[in-house]
C-alpha cells in the first residue's frame, strides 16, 4: 500500500478547511494523515449507459473541492474508480450484471460496453471541466486484489463461503451500520429467496458471487470459478491507492446504505483502517424525484450540451452547495445562464480595459479599489473553507462583478486594481470553481472558425457598400456590434476586434 506522492506543496497549506462528515454527523476540521496531502476516493460511475446530469452534480461536486485543497497549497491523489464487473441489477446480490445486460442488448463484448461507456463519460467530464484523476482504476483489473480482501475477511471470521459465493458475516461486525445510522431490522435487503438460502442473515451481502453457466465475465478464484460483489472493488482498490487510515472518501448521498457502509465493514473487518472523513453529496432531482438510469427518468450529459454551453451547465450546479438537492427545470438553466453571462461579462470588460488603456492608467493607483477587491477574494475563500459553501462563493463573484462593473463605468481604472480584479476572477472562478474555461479561451478550431466567418461576412459587407446598399451594410456592422463585434475602416482596409 502506498501513500500520496511525495511532491512538495506549492505552498503551505491552509491548516483552517472545515468538511461536514457523514460519519461524525456534523462540520470538523479537517486534519490530513500526511501534512499537505490529501488522499481522496470518490465512487465512480457504472459504464453502461451515457452519464446523466447526476452524476455531473456528483463529478463537479467533487472536482471543486478537489480544486479548493489545491487552491490551498495541498496536494491531491484524487481516485475515482469504474465500475465495469459485478454491480448487478437492483443493486443488490441478485440479478444480471448491469453491464452483461447492456451487452446482450447492444450486442457488445463486455469489455467493449465498458470501454464505449467509460470513453463517452471522460468526454463528458472533459467537456465539464472536471479534473482527470490521478488514478482511474477498474473493477476488473483488480480482481487478484478483491480475492485477497476476501481471503484476509475468511480468515478472520467475517466472511464465509456458502455454494461457491462469499458472504459478508454481518453478525459478526457489530459496526455494520455506524456510517448510516441505520437499525439492524433497517438493514435487510429485498434478496430473493434462492440467494437468502444461502446467507445465514438477510442483510449479508455478497463478496463474490458463483457464475452461473453462460456468465461471461467469471475468474478463478479459491470458491470456484465466479466475479466480485460490487462493494468489494472500493475497498481494495481506495486501500491498495491510498494506504491505511487514507483522508476522505466521497460519493452520492444514495450510495450511503448499503454500499459505503459495507466498503467500510470489508476494510475495517479485515484489520485496515479505512477512510477517516465522508463526503456526500445530494442529489440532482426531477420534478423533485432522484435522477437516475434506472428509472429512466434521466437527461444525459451529452444531450444537455447540444443545447447548453457547459460552462453554463457547470455554473448552474455549483451554484447550489453540493449537500443541497439540485432541482432540474429549464427555468434553472436560463437563470445560470443570465448569471454567468453577468461573470463573464465583467471579466471581458476587464480584459478590454486593459487592452485598451489609456496613456497613465499604469501610473495610477487605486488603493480603495484593491483593498474592496481583495475583501470579496476573502470571502470567496473563507466561504469555500466552510465546508466548501460554493453558492456563497459564487455571491462573492457577483458582488465582485458590480463592483469592478461600477468602477469602469465610472471612467478609467488604474491598472494595478483592473490585473487584481482579473486575478480574482481568473483564480477563484476560473482555477477553483472551474469557470470560464471553455468560453474565455476558444479553442483552435473555433478561433479558425471565427476568423473564415469574419471573413465572409466582411466580403458581404463590402459587395453591399459597392453596389450602394448602404442600409444593408450598416445592418450587418449592427448585428455584429451587438455580438460584442465592432468593425474599424482602416487606410490599410476593414479591422475586426472582439
Ligand atoms: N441524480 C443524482 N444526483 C447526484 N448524484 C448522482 C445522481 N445519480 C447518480 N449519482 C451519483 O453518481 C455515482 C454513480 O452512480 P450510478 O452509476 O449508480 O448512477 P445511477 O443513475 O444512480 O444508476 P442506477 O440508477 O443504475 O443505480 C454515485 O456516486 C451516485 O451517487
Ligand atoms: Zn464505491
Redesign the pocket.
Known amino acids: 500500500m502506498t501513500q500520496p506522492e511525495k511532491t512538495s506543496p506549492a505552498r503551505i497549506p491552509d491548516p483552517d478547511i472545515f468538511l461536514y462528515d457523514t460519519l461524525q454527523r456534523q462540520k470538523v476540521r479537517f486534519e490530513p494523515t500526511s501534512p499537505g496531502r490529501v488522499g481522496f476516493y470518490l ?4 459504464v453502461y449507459s451515457d452519464a ?1 446530469l ?2 455531473a ?2 463529478n463537479v461536486a467533487f472536482d471543486v473541492v478537489r480544486r479548493t485543497f489545491e487552491h490551498f497549497g495541498y496536494s491531491v491523489r484524487f481516485v475515482s474508480n469504474i465500475t465495469d464487473v459485478g454491480h448487478l441489477q437492483n ?1 443488490s446480490d441478485d440479478g444480471e450484471d ?1 453491464l452483461l445486460a447492456r451487452a446482450r442488448l447492444e450486442q457488445l463484448e463486455p469489455m467493449e460496453v465498458a470501454d464505449k461507456y467509460f470513453w463517452s463519460f471522460s468526454d463528458d467530464m472533459r467537456a465539464l471541466n472536471v479534473k482527470r484523476p490521478s488514478i482511474n482504476p477498474r473493477a476488473t483489473g483488480h480482481v487478484p486484489e478483491q480475492i485477497a480482501l476476501i481471503e484476509e475477511l475468511i480468515a478472520r471470521g467475517h466472511a464465509y463461503e456458502s455454494a461457491g459465493s462469499v458472504y459478508f458475516d454481518v453478525r459478526s461486525w457489530p459496526e455494520y451500520g455506524k456510517l448510516s445510522g441505520r437499525r439492524l431490522d433497517e438493514q435487510a435487503e429485498g434478496t430473493r429467496e434462492a440467494v437468502r438460502e444461502e446467507k445465514r442473515d438477510p442483510r449479508d451481502f455478497a463478496l463474490w458471487k458463483r457464475a452461473e453457466s453462460g456468465h461471461i465475465m467469471r475468474w478463478d478464484s479459491p470458491w470456484g470459478t465466479g466475479f466480485p460483489g460490487w462493494h468489494i472493488e472500493c475497498s481494495a482498490m481506495s486501500l491498495k491507492y491510498l494506504g491505511e487510515g487514507f483522508d476522505i472518501h466521497g ?5 450511503q446504505f448499503p454500499h459505503h457502509e459495507a466498503e467500510i465493514a470489508q476494510a475495517e473487518a479485515a484489520g485496515h483502517p479505512f477512510a477517516r472523513y465522508w463526503m456526500h ?5 426531477i420534478g423533485g424525484e ?6 429512466g427518468n ?1 437527461t444525459t450529459i451529452a444531450d444537455i450540451l447540444k443545447r447548453h454551453d457547459p460552462a453554463v451547465v457547470r455554473f448552474l450546479l455549483i451554484s447550489s452547495h453540493y449537500r443541497s438537492v439540485t432541482e432540474m427545470n429549464e427555468e434553472a438553466f436560463a437563470a445560470a445562464a443570465s448569471g454567468y453571462a453577468r461573470l463573464t461579462g465583467t471579466l471581458q470588460a476587464i480584459e478590454r480595459a486593459l487592452e485598451e488603456a489609456p496613456a497613465g492608467a499604469a501610473d495610477r493607483q487605486d488603493e480603495g479599489l484593491v483593498a474592496k477587491i481583495r475583501t470579496h477574494v476573502q470571502a470567496f475563500e473563507d466561504a469555500m473553507r466552510d465546508d466548501f459553501n460554493t453558492p456563497k462563493a459564487v455571491a462573492e463573484l457577483f458582488g465582485l462583478s458590480s463592483l469592478m462593473n461600477t468602477a469602469l463605468n465610472s471612467g478609467t481604472v488604474a491598472t494595478a486594481a483592473l490585473e487584481e480584479g482579473r486575478r480574482a476572477f481568473t483564480e477563484l472562478g476560473g482555477e477553483v470553481l472551474g469557470l470560464f474555461t471553455q468560453s474565455e479561451t476558444p479553442n483552435e478550431d473555433s478561433a479558425m472558425l471565427v476568423e473564415t466567418l469574419m471573413e465572409l461576412v466582411l466580403q458581404a459587407r463590402q459587395s453591399y457598400r459597392l453596389n450602394k446598399q448602404y442600409a444593408d451594410a450598416d445592418r450587418l456592422r449592427d448585428t455584429l456590434s451587438s455580438a460584442g463585434i465592432s468593425i474599424e475602416d482602416t487606410k490599410e482596409g476593414v479591422r475586426w476586434k472582439r
Open positions: 465512487c465512480g460511475p457504472t446523466h447526476g452524476h452534480k456528483a443493486d448491469k460519493g452520492g448521498l444514495d450510495l453529496n445530494n442529489m440532482l432531482t432522484k435522477m437516475s438510469k434506472s428509472k434521466f
